[in-house]
Each structure stands twice: as structure tokens, then as C-alpha cells.
């Protein structure tokens, strides 16, 4: 069935360390994925997408990782601050038997940052 | 660009009442759809309306309802409120194969 699991549910860190938070996807036809960072009572914020035809994809201290094989894709920050503490959220469009467009989300991962 | 807009920002009802939510997507973005946001179950589809007409619904009753003008502003509509319908409801616009951007969503309280 449609399904995207996302893991850890939470994930502490110091400041200046690396965090990984990875995500599972069911539907094979799925083309984008895309993460989003939602901060406390603020709308989910698209922070970066990757192709299905691309293995890896970096926006300065972030990257995201897609192994269509296994299903899995992952997102790295590295170099941590305060400021991306936050709940992050994974998703995948659901292509399959002609929907297009529906994205089935992750169940968010909550980031803390200690200073 | 503006991003997506919605109204109102917060809304509070009471059971058996019936609401009515509006999006106004980014200029040029045809494709509006809507989530239910609630702490237990996370981000939740509703549906997707492209050129007015609505192209994915999500396992949602027939209470939740939605469409999408000529110039792509959005409504979505529940009727028959009841209490497990308080959710942040969030609306979001897309371009072509493009990931959608979210709007700042409509909070509503179920009473």
C-alpha cells in the first residue's frame, strides 16, 4: 500500500555534529522526493527535493541521499546549529494506477540542537 | 512571487457546524492541494485540484469536500464538524513535477 516510514521519531545533537534521518517508500513509480522543515507553529518550509534519476544532491549543509534499489532515501545535515531544530518531514508522490501529485508523508523526525 | 495565502488563520467552530477554508495558491501555480495536520496523524492528503477539477482525493468521508476556481484560488469545505476535525489544515500549490509550497494554514478548533 501507499506507505513512507520515517525514522528516528527523534534525534538529539550538539552543535557542530553531523544528523541523519532516513525514510522508506513503497510505490516504485514515485519520481521526487522532497523534505520539509517545519519549526513550531510555522507552516512546512521545502528545504530540498531529489530526482529519481539521481543518486545524491547537496545544498550547502544539506544533502540528500536516494537508493532506488533498497527504496530509501535520507537527508544529511552536517555542521548542526540552533537554528535547525525543528520537526523535519520526508514525502514521496504517489504515481502509481494514475494518481499524480498526492503526497504521502513521513511521520516526522524532531530535531534539537543543543547549543 | 507572494507565497500561498490562506483564510482565515484561525477558526473556531462547534459539532454539527460546517466550515469553509480558501487558498490562493503562487501566481502561475495550477495545481492546489490540501492536508490535514493533527499530532496522531500526521500530514494527511485531502485532495488535489488541477484546472478545476479535482484530480486525487485522499480517505477522507464524503464531509470533506473541495474545488477550485478559474483563477486556481481553492476552498475546501467540511460540513457536519465534529470534534476529531480540529486540525491544522494546510494548503499547498504546485508547478508541473514540482514539489509543492505550503501555505501558512487555517487552525481550527472543534468545540
Known amino acids: 500500500g501507499e506507505n513512507v516510514e520515517q525514522h528516528p521519531s527523534t534525534l538529539s545533537v550538539q552543535e557542530g555534529d553531523s544528523a541523519v534521518i532516513k525514510c522508506t517508500y513503497s510505490d516504485s513509480a514515485s519520481n521526487y522526493f522532497p523534505w520539509y522543515k517545519q519549526e513550531l507553529g510555522k507552516r512546512p518550509q521545502l528545504i530540498i527535493d531529489?530526482?529519481?534519476?539521481?543518486g545524491e544532491k547537496k545544498d550547502q549543509r544539506i544533502a540528500v541521499t536516494l537508493n532506488k534499489t533498497a527504496k530509501h532515501f535520507s537527508l544529511h545535515i552536517t555542521e548542526t546549529q540552533p537554528e535547525d531544530s525543528a520537526v523535519y518531514f520526508c514525502?514521496?508522490?504517489?504515481?502509481?494506477?494514475?494518481?499524480?501529485?498526492?503526497?504521502?508523508f513521513g511521520q516526522g523526525t524532531t530535531l534539537q540542537v543543543k547549543p | 512571487k507572494a507565497g500561498v495565502t490562506q483564510t482565515p488563520r484561525y477558526l473556531i467552530k462547534t459539532r454539527g457546524q460546517q466550515v469553509t477554508l480558501s487558498c490562493s495558491p503562487i501566481s502561475g501555480h495550477r495545481s492546489v492541494s490540501w492536508y490535514q495536520q493533527t499530532p496522531g496523524q500526521g500530514l494527511q492528503f485531502l485532495f488535489e485540484?488541477?484546472?478545476?477539477?479535482?484530480?486525487n482525493k485522499g480517505n477522507f468521508p464524503g464531509r470533506f469536500s473541495g474545488r477550485q476556481f478559474s483563477n486556481s484560488r481553492s476552498e475546501m469545505n467540511v460540513s457536519t464538524l465534529e470534534l476529531g476535525d480540529s486540525a491544522l489544515y494546510l494548503c499547498?500549490?504546485?508547478?508541473?513535477?514540482?514539489?509543492?509550497?505550503f501555505g501558512p494554514g487555517t487552525r481550527l478548533t472543534v468545540l
Open positions: 531529489i530526482r529519481s534519476n539521481v
Open positions: 514525502a514521496a508522490p504517489l504515481k502509481s494506477s494514475g494518481n499524480t501529485g498526492k503526497l504521502i
Open positions: 485540484y488541477f484546472s478545476e477539477t479535482q484530480r
Open positions: 499547498a500549490s504546485s508547478l508541473g513535477l514540482r514539489p509543492p509550497f
